[in-house]
């Protein structure tokens, strides 16, 4: 079915269609290839960057902004700002500029920056969701070239989604049929060697089964606390997922690297985040079988990414 939105003129050419074979939801958006290509420009990467500070008018008018100087919107002034984007891949598509500063790591982004953008993704997500059509916001982050940015700028998507992409439709029957994937996989990284960090209310730890080398997940200890209801624990929150970054960015010499948020709107799901360096290729078998082949034991893979970690803390100490 067409998804046209009157107000993103972009969004009139996306349209929802289904894999004949699997029944998978494809998000044609044609109006994407013509998207600038800014990841690399100028001698810092921020010459002519529309997701600067100062370059409010090269994109779409915000739709909501969090700024500590009552600065009016579509100017200067904001820490984070969420506003449609102009090449839209569904009929709700927004971008989050995650600090007003041209960083291209986040996990070099400050903390303080960091607690705004997760403030704001929690708003964003509510009135996606309250939007006709939407059954669920996906939030995530692509950092570098080859992990699907198109501008080096630090930022976030979220897509307003007629229903849960078919992975967390997966998981939660299978949830709901052998109980918490989340709580099993926190039990055995303890066991096997998998944690990386402890931040708080989170661990940061390799799944048992990474599909590609050196998947990362950050867990919340309290699987009923929806992600929504969760900004009592957010210091916690921001310091795993900046570690994650920095450590990263650290290990693998600022390799591209993706981030989503893994949650179910509205129903009893242990939400976290997925964090999956570039390390590893979606090739023929990945692409034609749906099947995965990683070279990285998760324990070896954790060790990786937790010595990485440490090294940053120190350095930062």
Known sequence: MKQDNPADPGARSTQVVHEAGTGRPILVAPGRQVRPLKTVAGRDGSH???FCAGAEAETPPERDAIRRD???????GWRARAFPN??????????????????????RVAVADWLDVVALWRRRLAWLEAQDGV?????????GREAGASIAHNHSQILGLPEPPPRLLAELAAERRDGSLVDRELEGARRDGRIIAETG???????RHPRLPHETWIVPHDGTTPFDDS????????????????????????????????RVPGVDFHWHFEVQ???GFLAGLELGGDMFINTVPAAEGAARVRGAWEEVCDHAG
Do not use: M
């Not at 009552?70 to 200067?76: N, Q, R, V, W």
């Open 201 to 207: 209310a989170y661990t940061v730890l390799a799944p």
């Open 231 to 262: 900004a009592a624990h957010d210091g916690e929150l921001v310091a795993a997922l900046r570690g994650v970054c920095a450590a990263i960015d650290r290990a693998f010499a600022s390799t591209p690297f993706n981030v989503w948020l893994h």
């Open 86 to 107: 102009l090449f839209p891949a569904a009929r709700w598509h927004e971008v989050v500029a995650e600090g007003p500063e041209h960083v291209i790591q986040p996990g």
């Open 48 to 50: 002519g960057c529309p």
């Open 135 to 143: 059954g669920c916001a996906f939030l995530f982050k692509n950092v």
């Open 277 to 279: 360096p570039r390390t």
């Open 70 to 76: 009552g600065s009016a919107p579509d100017t200067p």
